[in-house]
């Protein structure tokens, strides 16, 4: 559906993409995940058409975005982080003008204007001035003006930014709803809100794409350790942990936090390729200790954007 050939962009001496290549699938929710000026912003511009590349090229459905630019545009909806509303229109009067902009037909704008206010969750906002609207609800109308000519890309810029959590989750469940008919790419640099809702996450610092994978294939790659952290009763602390680090292939055993005074939390280290979870339940049984909770951890989204946007 859409393709980043060495896309390339500076403003100045100041280089904001570097050869950045990579594949949206048609249907999928795609996270562009990096820190504050990774080049996020920049992508998503250049994809809508608003910005030029220095070099590279963009296709959203064999179309280029530099050459076909308005055909483009009819194929998209973009919603940029500074959501540029009408603080003084209601919000019918601002969807129904948008809906004119997109040359969407006469006869069809009311049943188009009913559908995004209900999709969109604005029934009981749409006769409300813009600039009387909570901020929820304004990016709920920006997700109305980008979808109001039923485009088959969705390019969102930091949606949820200055949400509370309770906005965050009706915004993140409304964008999961439109990623099941449309194309969707979303830039973040909130990690929670990526790992909710992509089904393909894309970091990107300083301008270039350092990992590109779904959520659970980056925690694999990144996973330099097999851990498992282990809550159990009816053992003295120093015994468990000589004990556990008596385990082949054990590399280290760690007190973890503990549940109260009686049950107590261990992290067992060991090599990535090592599975000892059958060897630490028959342990626990020889040993007499109440085992009430044992669990792998794999990277997570965190760790490894810590680790690639770290220098």
Same mark, same amino acid.
């Given at each position: 559906?859409?393709? &980043?050939?060495?896309?390339?962009?500076?403003? @100045?001496?100041?280089?904001?993409?570097?050869?950045?290549?990579?594949?949206?699938?048609?249907?999928?929710?795609?996270?562009?995940?990096?820190?504050?000026?990774? @080049?996020?912003?920049?992508?998503?511009?250049?994809?809508?058409?608003?910005?030029?590349?220095?070099?590279?090229?963009?296709? $959203?459905?064999?179309?280029?975005?530099?050459?076909?630019?308005?055909?483009?545009?009819?194929? $998209?909806?973009? &919603?940029?982080?500074?959501?540029?509303?009408?603080? *003084?229109?209601?919000?019918? *009067?601002?969807?129904?003008?948008?809906?004119?902009?997109?040359?969407?037909?006469? *006869?069809?704008?009311?049943?188009?204007?009913?559908?995004?206010?209900?999709?969109?969750?604005?029934?009981?906002?749409?006769?409300? #001035?813009?600039?009387?609207?909570?901020?929820?609800?304004?990016? +709920?109308?920006?997700?109305?003006?980008?979808?109001?000519?039923?485009?088959?890309?969705?390019?969102?810029?930091?949606?949820?930014?200055?949400?509370?959590?309770?906005?965050? %989750?009706?915004?993140?469940?409304?964008?999961?709803?439109?990623?099941?008919?449309?194309?969707?790419?979303? %830039?973040?640099?909130?990690?929670?809100?990526?790992?909710?809702?992509?089904?393909?996450?894309? $970091?990107?610092?300083?301008?270039?794409?350092?990992?590109?994978?779904?959520?659970?294939?980056?925690?694999?790659?990144?996973?330099?350790?097999?851990?498992?952290?282990? #809550?159990?009763?009816?053992?003295?602390?120093?015994?468990?942990?000589?004990?556990?680090?008596?385990?082949?292939?054990?590399?280290?055993?760690?007190?973890?936090?503990?549940?109260?005074?009686?049950?107590?939390?261990?992290?067992?280290?060991?090599?990535?390729?090592?599975?000892?979870?059958?060897?630490?339940? +028959? &342990?626990?049984?020889?040993?007499?200790?109440?085992?009430?909770?044992?669990?792998?951890?794999?990277?997570?989204?965190?760790?490894?954007?810590?680790?690639?946007?770290?220098?």
């Amino acid at each position: 559906m859409i393709t &980043l050939e060495g896309l390339s962009k500076s403003y @100045g001496p100041v280089k904001a993409l570097e050869n950045i290549s990579l594949e949206v699938r048609s249907g999928e929710i795609l996270g562009l995940l990096g820190p504050n000026g990774a @080049g996020k912003t920049t992508t998503l511009k250049i994809m809508s058409g608003y910005l030029w590349p220095d070099a590279g090229r963009v296709n $959203i459905k064999g179309l280029d975005v530099v050459e076909q630019t308005e055909r483009i545009r009819d194929l $998209i909806g973009y &919603l940029p982080e500074y959501n540029p509303l009408y603080p *003084d229109m209601l919000v019918f *009067d601002y969807l129904a003008y948008v809906a004119r902009m997109r040359n969407i037909p006469p *006869d069809q704008v009311e049943s188009r204007l009913r559908e995004m206010v209900e999709v969109c969750g604005l029934t009981q906002a749409v006769a409300q #001035k813009i600039g009387e609207l909570s901020k929820g609800n304004r990016q +709920r109308v920006g997700l109305a003006q980008a979808m109001i000519h039923d485009p088959e890309v969705l390019i969102l810029d930091e949606p949820t930014s200055g949400l509370d959590p309770n906005q965050i %989750s009706e915004i993140r469940d409304l964008i999961k709803r439109l990623g099941k008919k449309k194309t969707v790419v979303i %830039s973040s640099h909130i990690l929670s809100e990526v790992e909710a809702t992509c089904h393909r996450v894309v $970091i990107i610092h300083q301008g270039r794409v350092v990992a590109d994978g779904q959520p659970r294939e980056l925690q694999a790659k990144a996973s330099r350790e097999s851990r498992l952290y282990l #809550k159990l009763a009816n053992g003295k602390g120093q015994q468990v942990l000589s004990t556990l680090q008596s385990l082949p292939g054990v590399t280290a055993v760690e007190r973890a936090e503990d549940e109260n005074d009686l049950i107590h939390g261990y992290l067992v280290r060991s090599a990535l390729d090592q599975d000892l979870r059958s060897e630490i339940f +028959r &342990l626990a049984g020889r040993e007499g200790w109440t085992l009430y909770e044992m669990r792998r951890e794999v990277a997570s989204l965190e760790d490894i954007f810590r680790q690639l946007t770290s220098n």
